[in-house]
């Protein structure tokens, strides 16, 4: 293990918002923000927009470090690196108000850092990034917790604060695809296959774009066979590294890889609805672990559904991967969030 590198575990942060006026809030609402305040927002994280995409239904960002997704009254932040994803939650909602949007939900979510010492703060440790966020929320989202989900990994947690203001909660239940209905999973790889991670990087004197660089990644290691009805806005870093946003109607997914032997990482998240075919999920789990044949993986699964959660298994055991440990607990307004851990079964 390398003493220090690039940190590949995201940062993640989910805030909803409403408003009174339906015309804002069914439209554009959020989408309406200026590409200048979300630099303004990104400033603070300390990273860059680097490709954009957007459809009907909401606006995909790749960033320098990971990926944006706005909706509507959705935003979503996934940053990795020394970022400090939580500095963005004061001037989003200062942008959002502007917009006659109120914050009523918010969710951060990691893993446990490779190099923790390297955060800066307020990402130094959970304590301290629980306090930051709850310094910086409204009075109204009054139903908060926090909450270190263990496995039987030592390096392995899962850290979540939930915050929600329970008035709100009727609102989200008349959205059709509301929290009841949609579930998100997030997916954590360690210790990729050598020869698959040796994949994302550049060839030496590649004189291609991120962009052109980023396609031909995406084809050659079949992420595009993750989603194949998903339009796909990817970007290769240099000298290594890869980001992948997938846009399908109102649903995104997204790829991030940090390839480097001794830390390398390899993220995937997507979001489905519990009447979809229950073998959706296990077939695309497999064609994205499939991708980076790791030796250990971290899934979180958050819903109000039983059903996604079981189905996890049956996507990593045909993979060889055993699960280790499995934690399970209830927050405000999120639903259930489930951690599982999953080892190569050649490892104990």
Known sequence: ??????????????????????????????????????????????????????????????????????????????????????????????????????????????????????????????????????????????????????SKLPSYSWHVFTASDQTQLPYFALKPHSPDVTFTVEVCMTELDRLLARKFYKKAGDSKTGDSAGKEMTELTGIDNINPGAFICDFAFDPCGYSMNGIDGDRYSTVHVTPEDGYSYASFECVGSIYDDQDDIVETLKKAVQVFKPATVSVSTTSNSHEVWTRVAHAMEPLGLKCRSCAMDEFPAAGTIVFQTFTAARRK
Request: hydrophobic share 40%; proline share 5%; aromatic share 12%.
């Open 1 to 150: 293990m390398a003493v220090s590198g690039f940190e590949g575990f995201e940062k993640r942060l989910e805030l909803h918002f409403f408003g009174d006026d339906p015309v804002t809030v069914d439209k554009m609402g959020l989408r309406l923000l200026d590409f200048e305040s979300l630099e303004h927002v990104l400033h603070a994280v300390q990273c860059t927009v680097v490709s954009a995409v957007g459809n009907h239904f909401f606006d995909a960002y790749v960033l320098s470090e990971s990926s944006l997704f706005v909706y509507p009254t959705k935003i979503i932040i996934k940053t990795c690196g020394t970022t400090q994803l939580l500095k963005s939650i004061r001037p989003l909602i200062h942008f959002a108000n502007n917009l006659g949007l109120t914050l009523c939900g918010c969710r951060y979510t990691r893993g446990s850092f490779i190099f923790p010492k390297s955060q800066p703060f307020p990402h130094t440790n959970f304590k301290e990034e629980v306090i930051y966020v709850e310094e910086n929320l409204p009075n109204n989202l009054c139903y908060r917790k926090a909450s270190v989900m263990p």
